[in-house]
């Protein structure tokens, strides 16, 4: 069902936990549909330096915030926000087609620990 | 590494020795039982002898059992065949929110050819109340089906009450064994309904099999038009292994079943006792009067696909009714008819024992699923509690 890199992302994921001084922090989900994902960010010179996430879900759920916080690492926040849901996907070897919207909400709840940064430091 | 199987409600292995009576039907006595020379005939025999050891199973009439393909059928067959043979008479039918989609699904169908269809409601067991089936009936009800004991939950469900109901009310009552029949002793005489589904791959017998009990006398209409099998009531050339399969596996759960029901019942208390110490932890259905092997939970704050995963990982099989382990992308409509709020229903784990599970079996699992529990918690921004409200708003399912 899951590729093998899906299941390495959800069997060890990478950077769980939470960033107690996190320059923002975002969160989609719904614990209705099965999956909440939320996601911390550091900020260092318009580049993100640190990610953390929490995500309660599925394998695909779990393996997509290990996913995109580590591709995250480094980037700029340009960069970090023209990342979508395909590009988790694609980097994963793909996810099982009913898995694509509901588990892949790693690219929306970094695009809110973004806007969070943001609107704190207007 | 050890493999330890404790989904015996999606299905059984088959038994070895329902296979060896299976074999020759596989191989060498092929004959069609409608054929009139011997290997016809031989055929014929055969399916007699099974309809004899099905019907031993449940205290019915041989003629009074019809074999279908499988359990969902014989729901489908029960439903639609009743609904339709009494139109006449009214279009109004009763079932439970604890059904199978079998039947869930087959009343949804006869309600867009026009029949009313009430989908009763249960309590925090899932148990249906026989006050609340009296009290739905109207002039129009023609048949009433409620499952004997639910997969999903374990609990057995008031059948003689209900079926008492329906006899004073005149009106048919089926009743969805597929889950009991075979784990549990099912009298017809006592139990009372007018139709009775099983399913052989659930009590050790072979896949592509199954039954309905269908009353003596009672009009039904077919499901499958074709050839006079099965007295004209369902037509297609017979399944013969599989259905001597199903014959074998029935004879087989009646003489063993005290046995069987004793040896599961006592890994199931093991089981439900040596997981009880995990804190939020909730066994879910009614906590004495359900299936012997069934133990059902929903752990909070985590997911079932998850805990699926990882216990698969460890060699341990089992099932929920979470909505990311579901094709449907629903939570299960059994746990949230019980009032389980849908985020601890995304929680739900189903562990049914078998008759070839060991003490040292449960051990592996009591020792391995807490591990599993806590490493996802780990993970979980609830493990303190429901406090962080997601902002994605309603869920987005697209197939």
């Not at chain 2, 038994?15 to 009576?21: E, F, I, K, P, S």
């Not at chain 2, 029949?115 to 026989?130: E, I, Q, R, W, Y």
């Not at chain 2, 099998?229 to 013969?240: F, I, P, Y």
């Not at chain 2, 110490?277 to 059902?296: F, K």
């Amino acid at each position: 069902m899951y590729s093998a890199k899906v299941m390495d992302h959800f069997t060890n994921p990478r950077n769980v936990g939470e960033i107690p001084d996190a320059d923002g922090i975002g969160t989609e989900g719904n614990p209705t549909c099965g999956d909440v994902m939320q996601i911390f960010i550091k900020v260092e010179d318009n580049r993100i330096v640190d990610a953390k996430f929490k995500t309660f879900g599925c394998g695909a759920a779990i393996a997509v915030s290990s996913m995109i916080t580590e591709l995250v690492k480094g980037k700029t926040l340009e960069e970090a926000l023209a990342m979508s849901k395909e590009t988790v996907a694609n980097e994963l070897g793909g996810l099982p087609a009913q898995k694509m919207h509901c588990s892949n909400l790693g690219a929306d709840a970094l695009r809110k620990a973004i806007e969070d940064y943001k609107s704190k430091n207007e | 590494m050890m493999k330890c199987y404790f989904d015996h409600v999606a299905t059984n292995p088959l038994d070895t020795r329902v296979l060896d009576a299976m074999m020759p039907y596989l191989k060498d006595d092929f004959g069609n039982p409608l054929s009139i020379y011997e290997p016809g005939s031989k055929a014929k025999e055969a399916i007699e002898n099974a309809r004899g050891q099905v019907a031993s199973l449940i205290n019915s009439k041989p003629s009074e059992i019809i074999f279908t393909s499988s359990g969902a059928e014989a729901n489908n067959f029960a439903l639609r065949g009743i609904a339709l043979a009494r139109q006449n008479e009214g279009k109004h039918i009763i079932v439970s929110r604890m059904e199978h989609h079998s039947i869930l699904n087959s009343a949804r169908f006869l309600e867009k050819m026009g029949f009313a269809v009430t989908f009763l409601p249960v309590d925090k067991h899932g148990m249906v109340d026989p006050d609340v089936v009296k009290k739905s009936i109207t002039k129009e009800t023609t048949l009433i089906s409620i499952i004997h004991a639910s997969s999903e939950i374990g609990t057995i469900e008031p059948i003689e009450e209900i079926s008492e109901i329906a006899k004073e009310k005149k009106i048919i009552f089926h009743t969805d064994a597929v889950a009991a029949a075979g784990n549990i002793p099912i009298n017809i005489k006592e139990l009372g309904a007018d139709l009775l589904s099983m399913a052989a791959h659930q009590f050790y017998g072979p896949k592509g099999a199954g039954a309905l009990y269908v009353r003596e006398g009672l009009r039904i209409v077919p499901l499958i038009y074709g050839g006079i099998q099965e007295n004209g009531r369902r037509a297609g050339t017979e399944n013969v292994p599989a259905i001597v399969g199903m014959g074998k596996a029935a004879e087989l759960a009646k003489e063993e079943m005290n046995a069987r029901i004793e040896h599961v019942r006592t890994l199931r208390d093991r089981l439900i006792k040596g997981v009880s110490s995990v804190e939020n932890i909730y066994l879910t259905g009614h906590p004495d009067n359900r299936l012997p092997g069934h133990a059902s939970f929903c752990v909070e704050f985590i997911e079932g696909e998850a805990m699926l995963l990882l216990l698969a990982a460890k060699g341990i099989y089992a099932a929920s009714g979470s909505a990311c382990s579901s094709k449907a992308l629903k939570a299960s409509p059994v746990l949230l008819a019980m009032g389980i709020p849908s985020g601890l229903a995304q929680g739900s784990i189903v562990f049914t024992l078998g008759k070839d599970n060991s003490g040292d079996d449960i051990e592996y699992l009591i020792a391995e699923f807490p591990q599993v529990i806590k490493r996802l918690r780990e993970i979980s921004p609830y493990a303190k509690g429901w406090g962080i409200k997601g902002e994605g708003g309603e869920c987005i399912v697209q197939k």
